[in-house]
């Protein structure tokens, strides 16, 4: 539910911040690219041992699971920090910085509950069963926690909106938006 709202603040502003700093999205897009292949990677064991069977049970795709799991989470911590790093003051930094920290922490946390969860999610899904909540639930209290990440870069995200919508600079000097590049269609 956070993830939505953060989401939902990032897409209200983005008209201002992609016309303003268009390399900064640029970085943003590219991370979240970062996300999906990811998702990908993190579906690719469980989709390989579906496929397979399940017989191969091997080492490497669990870790390869839990390193593509805490990538998810984590990485998406950067795409909120790349669209918003550059608008915010000295407290929205230490904010970003603090939120960034703990979602990595955490992140990795989750990684490492879910490699033993591997084979409970092929399971269920050979047995065509939907409960896969069992297999989720060593991340729960990790989950949680990560709202204080949440909070840190939803207070980080206050700071660069009202800068923007100030006209201020991290340094807190007024500045003048450069004007929108219209590229032909």
């Known amino acids: 539910m956070f993830s939505a709202f953060g989401i939902l603040f990032l897409w209200i502003g983005r008209h201002e911040w992609n016309e303003t700093h268009h390399t900064r999205v640029g970085h943003a897009n590219l991370a979240f690219l970062l996300s999906v292949v990811a998702i990908a990677l993190a579906a690719a064991p469980v989709g390989y041992l579906w496929l397979t069977g399940g017989s191969d049970f091997s080492g490497w795709l669990e870790v390869e699971f839990g390193v593509a799991i805490a990538l998810v ?26 939120g960034l920290g703990w979602a990595t922490l955490v992140s990795g946390l989750i990684g490492v509950a879910l490699v033993p969860e591997l084979h ?20 729960t209290l990790l989950d949680s926690l990560l709202a204080f990440s949440y909070l840190a870069f939803f207070f980080a995200f206050v700071d660069a909106h009202y800068r923007v919508a100030k006209g ?7 500045f003048v938006p450069s004007p929108p590049t219209r590229t032909p269609r």
């Open 73 to 98: 989470f984590g990485v998406t911590f950067v795409t909120y920090a790349l669209v918003a790093a550059h608008l915010v003051g000295r407290s929205g930094e230490i904010a970003m910085g603090l």
């Open 120 to 139: 409970p999610i092929v399971n269920a899904l050979k047995a065509r069963s939907a409960a896969i909540a069992g297999a989720t639930h060593p991340i």
């Open 168 to 174: 201020l600079t991290p340094e807190g000097s007024p």
